[in-house]
């Protein structure tokens, strides 16, 4: 499902970036954490915010030169909807990670990863679904960042 020129095209919007700001709510949130870190071992100034009103007020004031991630297993959260939103009237770059093609944040997405969703959750009443999919597609853009930047 992981087309080879979005993973390179994201890893060009990562390089040319000045701060990288990823934004996730619930069990997203550890999958962001993990990107945060190796961002910035990489040498990145990253930010994550995962506080609904941080994101939708912090959204507002990114710069063009910087790029959002977005990491989302539904691609509904009304805040991060909202975010993108407001960052795509700015024109800022943004990565979406999500399993949803047909999710709201997409129209607002310049580079979207898409990974698989399994329909079956143990927990039928909260949308607490496996986010490996999430977590492979941000070690695949990690490692390929780490690997395109190593080189020069």
Known sequence: MLDIGTIED??????????IYIFARGFSEFIAQEMLVKLQL????????TDPN???TMSKRIKREDLVIFITLNGETKELVAAAKNVFKNDVSTITI????????IPYSELSLFGYKSQTS?????????RLPLQVISRILL??????????
Not at 98 to 105: A, D, F
Not at 143 to 152: C, G, L, N
């Open 42 to 49: 990489l040498g990145k100034n990253c930010v994550l915010s």
């Open 54 to 56: 941080i994101i939708v």
């Open 122 to 130: 143990y927990f039928p009443d909260y949308e607490v679904r496996s």
């Open 98 to 105: 999500t399993t949803n093609k047909e999710g709201s944040i």
């Open 10 to 19: 994201s890893v060009q919007k990562i390089k040319n970036s000045n701060d």
């Open 143 to 152: 490692d390929s960042y780490a690997i395109r930047t190593k080189k020069e």
